[in-house]
């Protein structure tokens, strides 16, 4: 991409993992490929990174998918005008394919969640509460600072009593009555493709389970500021999209 000039370390180690027989490329989605926007129903894949991902999933032996936080209905919704059918999308942290959930979900404790959090939102001003097929999220990203806290503090304290499994993200605290982990979905992903090398890319802390699974000859790219274990690293989905491009240059 004209204007983008990629770390000259993460050039070769895209140009390798091009050169593998079966290449799986996985990415997230809110920070990663679409930038953070105030409310998230606007957010979309910046135009750079959906071309390469299409045709990134038009190559012979390439796999590409997203697994986001999102649900995966919401982010069909969100990516069905710009990416074809060939991007596999896993949506719940890992938990919810195409397929179906990887566990059965308790409703009625999500009911449970999903009231107890909207009890905690109601009187803050900017903290909003995402239900999903089988979570519900904490949104603090456009409450002040000190109505942010008090809400995350609150349903820390009730998620005592829930038995749930806990994630938190940049400025969000989500709660699913399923096990979700994007490494597990990750690895489900690297079985089903046959993958000989993996390139997985994200920006929040819930990606460090998928960095955490990298292997000898993947390449794991952190966007954005703060600690990982990725090798690599981007400012922005700016950079996303030329290191996409990258990758698919040097696989043609």
Partial sequence: MVGVTLPADLRSALDDAAATPRLLVVSDFDGTLSPIVTDPSTARAL???????????????????????????????????????????????????DAGFADLVDTELLARIVAELREIAADLPGVTVETKPASAALHVRNASAADGERALAAARRAAEGWGAHETAGKAVLEFAVVDTDKGAALEALREQSAATAVVFLGDDVTDEKAFRRLRDGDVGVKVGPGESLARYRVDDPDDVAATLDRIAAARR
């Fill in 47 to 97: 135009p750079a990174a959906a071309a390469a991902l299409t045709a990134l999933a038009a190559l012979p032996e390439t796999t590409v998918a997203l697994v986001s936080g999102r649900a995966l209905a919401v982010l069909r919704d969100l990516t069905g005008a710009d990416l074809p059918p060939t991007v596999h999308l896993v949506g719940s942290h890992g938990a919810e394919f």
